[in-house]
């Protein structure tokens, strides 16, 4: 079976690399925005290539292209702040005909809707600057309600004003709430508005015709997706180079650019200070070059001003998630970097110090990434690096260091290599199947481990979060599925789907034009009992308090994300049944009382706070204790957690910091978790030898 990589988001790449700065470009005339010849033929390949390899199969009627014309609006305008009421009804009249059209590559409808959304861009953006030139008063009891695909286009260009009015006020008094003078505030919120129309003018054919394209593939399903000619040769180039940047995945969501997830390894993660969910505001070259706004800039454009070459410094103002809409806006300064493989390598450390279990270790390794090290396998080299490689290696070090159990720490390792995933888990189990893989065709294909023997038959438990998607969901799966050890913590992410890279033009022989590519969803992951790791996740044994505050998360938060689904489970051998009750009861009691688990639940509490909050108040007084009330929750929380382990608090925002102690902090905080879920291994290991618990938990 060919080697499978999987949850690998396109931007991914763009923002580790190094590159040369573009040239800024020009204002593109609306005569140029027209459907081509060759756009044409790249639409009716997709069309083809998509009813005939895609895993999910959709017809293309008037429902779905109804569909289509929606979701392609809502790439535009997702608040609906720019269309009115009778735009939307005459692109509606004017797609009737639209599957039709589809199928014919026919594509002037798109081209359409672009050309008025232009206009009313121009019309918001002169608009919004004349409110700039007047006053705001923030003593007025009103509020600002966050739009959103569910809010009633406006029916007037004077209800569309009173909008604009109210985020236009919002717009200024956060930058207000975040210490910016009024000067600032206006010549901050003027260059962002300026810059929104400015870039819209910027789009030429080729990024309408891609816009439109990965509305029409995201109907079908969220990882499928049009790669334009330039989009592919960006790719490309990015996939030569060394991997050199910040280390972070973005996305966009709403006109703000935020931090899906950082990488192992990354200047991001290494600074403790960029967290999924973050919003980036703006983004600033070297130790003083000026901050420039980056709301309602497209990614691809935040994503040029971050990347640059090794050893540069890129400055990021971020939004942090749990702080809501103002305050505690943080810059962070970032010396991109080559990212290393040993900076995502495996690492281990021991737990010995268990208040419930005096004298027992338990070892853990962390495993940040499911890697392989192929350009050194595909040359020859012996002794490559990979993450089965190096945990076999730590195992055995640990094992030397007398370990009673051991915890494999997953949270926010977000996949990498299957054959990784697959031989990892053949450490811990004798040969048998790993995970099931069926493609669009229907056909299934079992992935197994086939090397005889473990490298480890002690007991086992697995830690996983939400950010734990992919190969961390096929592993923990398995281990769970044939009972080998515990699974602890939150759902996983529900990444479930395979995805491949399609070059369009080996479906057009002789074609001299470049049709682009498609990223196709064509298989997906099924456990080896059956159920799908898609959208459910991986369900822990044990779940974390910080679990029930959960929103929707991951693939469970995506539009026209495949169900979850099962198939007939395969021929595998159970190690053992587990009965994990006792063992549940005993860490809710501890957590219920622990200070670190006090303080992450507030976390998760407020993260959800602030994802349900609908509208805010535009009066200062409000807003300012608000914000306050809310950082100063997270704050006590964090200080009383830190000065029950005896440490004193350390301000990550002072001038002077103390890097080691705030490193130290950091780590503390990261192993809160990890040290609960070390002591229900050990409760289990505990129970075991009074011969009243889970055997089968414990050993292989």
């Known amino acids: 079976m060919k080697q499978r990589l999987f949850r690998f988001p396109l931007l991914l790449v763009a923002l580790l690399i190094a590159t040369t700065t573009l040239a800024a470009p020009s204002s593109v005339p609306l005569s140029e925005l027209f459907p081509t010849p060759t756009q044409t033929k790249a639409a009716i390949v997709i069309n083809k290539v998509l009813e005939r390899y895609h895993y999910r199969k959709v017809a293309l009627d ?7 014309l929606e979701r392609y609006l809502k790439a535009l305008d997702p608040s609906r702040t720019f269309f009115l009421a009778r735009d939307v009804e005459r692109f509606q009249n004017g797609a009737r005909q639209l599957d039709e059209s589809l199928r014919r590559g026919e594509l002037d409808i798109a081209f359409d809707i672009f050309r008025v959304y232009r206009m009313r861009v ?22 600002f309600t966050f739009e959103s695909d569910e809010t009633p286009w406006a029916r007037s260009a ?67 997706s049009y790669m334009s000619p330039s989009t592919s040769e960006n790719f490309d180039i990015s996939m030569k180079l060394s991997l050199e940047g910040i280390g972070a995945v973005l996305r966009s969501d709403n006109e703000y650019t935020i931090v899906q997830s950082t990488v192992p390894g990354g200047p991001a993660r290494e600074s403790g200070q960029i967290h999924t969910g973050d919003q980036i505001l703006g983004v600033a070259q070297g130790l003083d070059g000026p901050m ?103 195992i055995n070090d640990l094992v030397m260091r007398g370990i009673d159990g051991l915890l494999i720490d997953l949270r926010s390792n977000g996949g990498g290599s299957l054959a990784e995933a697959t031989s990892l888990t053949g450490l811990f189990i004798d040969v048998g199947p790993v995970v099931q893989v069926k493609d669009a065709f229907g056909k299934v294909e079992l992935e197994a481990d086939r090397d005889p023997g473990v490298a480890y038959n002690g007991p086992l438990a697995v830690l996983v979060d939400r950010e734990s998607a992919s190969a961390s969901e096929i592993f923990a799966a398995a281990i769970q599925d044939y009972g080998r050890g515990l699974v602890i913590g939150e ?43 898609q959208l459910r996740g991986v369900e822990p044994d044990i779940r974390f308090p910080s679990a029930e505050y959960m929103s929707e998360h991951g693939e469970r938060s995506l539009d026209n994300a495949l169900p979850w689904t099962q198939i007939d489970p395969a021929g595998f051998k159970k190690v053992g049944e587990l009965r994990f009750d006792a063992l549940a009861r005993r860490s809710a009691e501890r957590v219920s009382k ?22 805010v108040s535009l009066r200062e007084s409000e807003r300012r204790a608000e914000d306050e009330r809310r950082n100063q929750r997270f704050k006590d929380d964090q200080e009383r957690f830190l000065r029950a382990r005896g440490l004193t608090p350390v301000d990550e925002e002072a001038d002077q910091v103390d890097e080691e102690a705030l490193e130290k902090q950091r780590e503390v905080i990261a192993r809160i978790e990890a040290e609960e879920a070390a002591r229900i291994l050990a409760d289990g290991i505990l129970m075991q030898r009074t011969d009243n618990g889970p055997r089968a938990v414990m050993r292989n």
């Open 62 to 68: 008037r429902d779905f292209a109804a569909s289509v």
């Open 122 to 143: 121009d019309e918001r953006v002169a608009y919004a600057l004349k409110l700039l030139d007047g006053r705001f008063e923030f003593d007025t009891a009103e509020t």
């Open 158 to 224: 004077a209800e569309l004003d009173e909008r604009w009015r109210k985020r236009v006020k919002h717009d200024y008094l956060s930058l207000r709430l975040a210490d910016k003078s009024d000067d600032e505030v206006r010549d901050r919120l003027r260059k962002r508005y300026e810059g929104l129309a400015r870039r819209i003018h910027q789009f030429k054919g080729e990024d309408v015709f891609q816009s439109f394209m990965n509305a029409y593939t995201e109907t079908i399903e969220p990882h499928t």
């Open 292 to 394: 420039e706004d980056v709301v309602g800039w497209r990614l691809e454009d935040v994503v040029d001003k971050i990347r640059g070459p090794k050893g540069s410094v890129v400055r990021l103002q971020i939004q942090p998630k749990t702080s809501g809409s103002s305050k505690p806006v943080r810059e962070v300064a970032l010396v991109r970097n080559e990212i290393k493989l040993e900076d995502q390598a495996a690492k281990s450390y021991v737990v010995d110090d268990l208040a419930n279990a005096p004298g027992l270790k338990v070892g853990v390794i962390e495993i940040p990434a499911f890697y392989r090290d192929f350009e050194a396998e595909g040359n020859g080299t012996a002794d490559f690096r990979s993450t089965t490689r190096d945990v076999r290696r730590l």
């Open 491 to 533: 759902p996983t992410f529900g990444k479930g789907t395979v995805q491949t890279l399609i070059d369009l033009n080996r479906y057009v022989p002789g074609e001299k034009s470049d049709l682009g590519r498609l990223r196709l969803t064509m298989a997906e992951f099924f456990r080896i009992s059956g159920g799908s790791t």
């Open 594 to 615: 622990d200070e670190g688990f006090k303080m992450l639940t507030e976390r998760s509490r407020l993260v959800r706070e602030v994802e349900e909050q609908k509208r």
